[in-house]
């Protein structure tokens, strides 16, 4: 099992462009979600979702969209790239929200010009 | 609402000698507590986790933490450091009730050993 896969590792844009960031899990796991890691202060939730076809909103939504097409998917999109939006992102997903285990992804590394 | 609160941003310890990463939370509803490790460059790794059941957790690696009730801490520990234990440690509270099943991490903290 590949676990949780991100694409791409590393991206540069400028202001303005857009961007989709791609999750995968082959785990079957219901909940996914995407954080962004910024020096100091710990990962912050964007975007989760309980399910195909669900999404919701995490502490720092604003600036991205999500969608939840298909369980195993979970995409992350830059609509119009702003210099606060450079980050590292890492998706995960669980079985199930509170008690379990989130697992990873490698990370993507994003810098917006 | 939760928080969690490390208590260092930073530890330095020399190989061999005891380790001790401090984490207090708080939550409105009885939570569960996990560890999680991250290596330079590298996705986060789970150490371990509490869900209410044994209050100490022994975790991956020699790692283990006790969930204290009274203190609202749930402190990482390891008798003895390892030069490949270098890395940044967060501490992890979520709690199911309501709509609330989201983790919160704390801010980390990056543990240095030296030889």
């Known amino acids: 099992n590949a676990g949780v896969t991100q694409t791409p590792k590393f991206r540069v844009l400028k202001t303005g462009q857009s961007m989709t960031l791609l999750c995968a899990q082959d785990m079957n796991h219901e909940y996914m979600y995407w954080y962004r890691q910024d020096p100091g202060m710990g990962l912050r939730l964007i975007h989760y979702s309980v399910g195909e076809g669900t999404t919701a909103k995490g502490e720092v939504p604003d600036g991205y969209n999500v969608s939840r097409l298909k369980k195993q998917n979970f995409l992350l999109g830059l609509e119009s790239a702003a210099p606060s939006q450079t980050s590292v992102y890492f998706c995960?997903?669980?079985?199930?929200?509170?008690?379990?285990?989130?697992?990873f992804g490698p990370g993507t590394r994003l810098t917006v010009l | 609402a939760q928080s969690v609160t490390q208590l260092d941003s930073h530890v330095s310890v020399s190989e061999g000698t005891p380790v001790l990463l401090r984490c207090n939370y708080s939550s409105s509803y009885s939570p569960s507590l996990f560890w999680y490790v991250q290596h330079p460059n590298k996705g986060l790794q789970l150490l371990l986790k509490?869900?209410?059941?044994?209050?100490l957790v022994k975790g991956i690696n020699g790692f283990e933490a006790e969930f204290k009730k009274s203190e609202t801490s749930f402190h990482l520990t390891k008798p003895s450091a390892h030069m490949s234990d270098a890395a940044e440690y967060f501490c992890?509270?979520?709690?199911?009730?309501?709509?609330?099943?989201?983790?919160?991490f704390g801010k980390g903290t990056l543990l240095t050993v030296n030889p």
């Open positions: 509490y869900t209410s059941a044994a209050t």
């Open positions: 995960a997903s669980s079985e199930t929200g509170a008690t379990n285990e989130q697992f």
């Open positions: 992890v509270v979520s709690a199911a009730g309501g709509s609330n099943y989201k983790l919160t």
